[in-house]
C-alpha cells in the first residue's frame, strides 16, 4: 500500500520569510500526481498545488513551489513571502489510481507577525 | 456555485443510534469520496465512488455503508454509532482526467461534518 509521511508536525515561520514543508511516499508506480492542500482554521480543504510525475518540472503556484524529487520520493512544498493567511495544515497527498488519494498526517504552519 | 454541499455541520449521537449524512455536488463530477479527520491527523478514506451505482471501499470502511443512486449525491450511513466514530467527516468530489488515471486527484471539498457520539 501506498503510504505518505510528514515528519514534521509543526513549522513556524516569520512572516515574509520562507518556510519548505516536507513530504516522503512509497510506491511502485512510474504514473502518478502528487499534491498538496491547506486546510485552515475554517476546516475545508483546498488544492495548492499539483505536479504530474511525468513532468520533471517543478509546479508552481505564485508563491508556492514544490521540490519534486521522482527518484528520492520526495515532495517538497516552499512557501516563499509568508503571509498570516498561510497559517494552517498543510497535507501532501498521493494518487496513481485517480481514485483514490492517501494523505500524510500533516504539517502546521504557524506564521509569526 | 455551491460546490460541495454537506448536512449537518454538527451532530451528536448517542451510541447505537444511527445518521445519515448528505452530500451533494453541483459540479457533474463522476468522482465522490468519504474520508474522516480525527483531531491532529491526516484524513482516512471511508468509501468512494467513480459513478452513479458504482460503490467501495477505502481504509476505514467498518461501520458505514454508502450508496450512489445519482451522480450528485453520496450519502454515508453510520449504523449503530460508537464513539470510535467521533470525528470530522467530510465529503469530496473530482473528475476525470486526460492522462487515462481516470480522477485528476484534484479534490473538491465540502466544509466538514462534525460528529460526537456519547
Known amino acids: 500500500a501506498q503510504t505518505v509521511t510528514q515528519s514534521q508536525p509543526e513549522m513556524s515561520v516569520q512572516e515574509a520569510e520562507t518556510v519548505t514543508l516536507s513530504c516522503t511516499y512509497d510506491t511502485s508506480e512510474s504514473d502518478y500526481y502528487l499534491f498538496w492542500y491547506k486546510q485552515p482554521p475554517s476546516r475545508q480543504m483546498i488544492l495548492v498545488i499539483r505536479?504530474?510525475?511525468?513532468?520533471?518540472q517543478n509546479a508552481t503556484e505564485n508563491r508556492f513551489s514544490v521540490n519534486f524529487q521522482k527518484a528520492a520520493k520526495s515532495f517538497s512544498l516552499k512557501i516563499s513571502d509568508s503571509q498570516l493567511g498561510d497559517a494552517a495544515m498543510y497535507f501532501c497527498?498521493?494518487?496513481?489510481?485517480?481514485?483514490?488519494?492517501?494523505f500524510g498526517g500533516g504539517t502546521r504552519v504557524l506564521v509569526k507577525p | 456555485n455551491a460546490g460541495v454541499t454537506q448536512t449537518p455541520k454538527f451532530r451528536i449521537l448517542k451510541i447505537g443510534q444511527s445518521m445519515t449524512l448528505q452530500c451533494a455536488q453541483d459540479m457533474n463530477h463522476n468522482y465522490m469520496y468519504w474520508y474522516r479527520q480525527d483531531p491532529g491527523m491526516g484524513l482516512k478514506l471511508i468509501y468512494y465512488s467513480v459513478g452513479a451505482g458504482i460503490t467501495d471501499k477505502g481504509e476505514v470502511p467498518n461501520g458505514y455503508n454508502v450508496s450512489r443512486s445519482t451522480t450528485e449525491d453520496f450519502p454515508l450511513r453510520l449504523e449503530l454509532a460508537a464513539p470510535s466514530q467521533t470525528s470530522v467527516y467530510f465529503c469530496?468530489?473530482?473528475?476525470?482526467?486526460?492522462?487515462?488515471?481516470?480522477?485528476?486527484?484534484?479534490?473538491?471539498f465540502g466544509e466538514g461534518s462534525r460528529l460526537t457520539v456519547l
Open positions: 469530496a468530489s473530482s473528475y476525470s482526467g486526460t492522462s487515462g488515471l481516470g480522477s485528476t486527484g484534484e479534490l473538491f
Open positions: 505536479q504530474e510525475a511525468y513532468k520533471q
Open positions: 497527498a498521493y494518487t496513481a489510481a485517480g481514485n483514490k488519494l492517501t
